[in-house]
T-cell receptor
Framework: KNEVEQSPQNLTAQEGEFITINCSYSVGISALHWLQQHPGGGIVSLFMLSSGKKKHGRLIATINIQEKHSSLHITASHPRDSAVYICAAKRGLKEGYGGSQGNLIFGKGTKLSVKP | DTAVSQTPKYLVTQMGNDKSIKCEQNLGHDTMYWYKQDSKKFLKIMFSYNNKELIINETVPNRFSPKSPDKAHLNLHINSLELGDSAVYFC?????????????FGSGTRLTVV
C-alpha cells in the first residue's frame, strides 16, 4: 500500500460544482503539498500546509494532522480546472531515514475533468 | 524567464545509448531534485542535491548519475538506456530541505527509449 493515498482516482464534474479531493498519509510529515499537473504535463505547486487551512482564489486546502488527512476543494469549478491533482507528503525529520529526510512522497493523483 | 528550465523537452533514443538531461534554476535555491514520472503518472524521487552535495539517492540503477557543477545546475546522465527508462523526468528546486519551503518544477523531459 502506498504511503500516500488519494481518492477518487478519477472525477468528472459539471461546471459550477463543488469538488473535493482527498488525501490520506501514513508517514510522519513536516508538510503536505498539493500539486496540479495540466494536460500539457507541467507541474505547478498549489499549496503547502502543515496545519489548518489555506485559500487561494477558488481553491481551498485543509489538513488534519491527527487524522493524517488533507482535502483539496475547488469551488465553482470551471473546465480550465481540468487537470491531475497530486498530493505529496514531505517526510518529517524524525520519520526520515538516511538521506531521505525531507523527501516528497507522492499520491497517484486524481484526474479531474470539468465539463461545460 | 523560466525559473526551472530543463533541456531537452523531448528525447527519443535507442536502447544502449548514453544521454543527458540538463536542469538549471535561477531562483537562488539551495536544493535541486530529479523525479521520475512513469507511464501511470506516478511520481517518485530519484536524487536530491543540496548546495552541490548529494543528499537523497533512492534505489535508482547506477546507470543514472546526477552531476551538480554548481547549486544552480543539476544534470542527469543515463548510461546504457533501457526500454524501462522511458518516462517523464522532472527537475525541481526548493530553498532548502529542513524547513517547509515550496517546490518549483521544471516542465519535464519526455524520454522515449526505442
Amino acid at each position: 500500500k502506498n504511503e500516500v493515498e488519494q481518492s477518487p482516482q478519477n472525477l468528472t464534474a459539471q461546471e459550477g460544482e463543488f469538488i473535493t479531493i482527498n488525501c490520506s498519509y501514513s508517514v510522519g510529515i513536516s508538510a503536505l503539498h498539493w500539486l496540479q499537473q495540466h494536460p500539457g504535463g507541467g507541474i505547478v505547486s498549489l499549496f503547502m500546509l502543515s496545519s489548518g487551512k489555506k485559500k487561494h482564489g477558488r481553491l481551498i486546502a485543509t489538513i488534519n494532522i491527527q487524522e493524517k488527512h488533507s482535502s483539496l476543494h475547488i469551488t465553482a469549478s470551471h473546465p480550465r480546472d481540468s487537470a491531475v491533482y497530486i498530493c505529496a507528503a514531505k517526510r518529517g525529520l524524525k520519520e526520515g531515514y538516511g538521506g531521505s529526510q525531507g523527501n516528497l512522497i507522492f499520491g497517484k493523483g486524481t484526474k479531474l475533468s470539468v465539463k461545460p | 524567464d523560466t525559473a526551472v528550465s530543463q533541456t531537452p523537452k523531448y528525447l527519443v533514443t535507442q536502447m544502449g545509448n548514453d544521454k543527458s538531461i540538463k536542469c538549471e534554476q535561477n531562483l537562488g535555491h539551495d536544493t535541486m531534485y530529479w523525479y521520475k514520472q512513469d507511464s501511470k503518472k506516478f511520481l517518485k524521487i530519484m536524487f536530491s542535491y543540496n548546495n552541490k552535495e548529494l543528499i537523497i539517492n533512492e534505489t535508482v540503477p547506477n546507470r543514472f548519475s546526477p552531476k551538480s557543477p554548481d547549486k544552480a545546475h543539476l544534470n542527469l546522465h543515463i548510461n546504457s538506456l533501457e526500454l524501462g527508462d522511458s518516462a517523464v523526468y522532472f527537475c525541481a528546486s526548493s530553498q532548502g530541505t529542513r524547513t517547509n519551503y515550496g517546490y518549483t518544477f521544471g516542465s519535464g523531459t519526455r524520454l522515449t527509449v526505442v
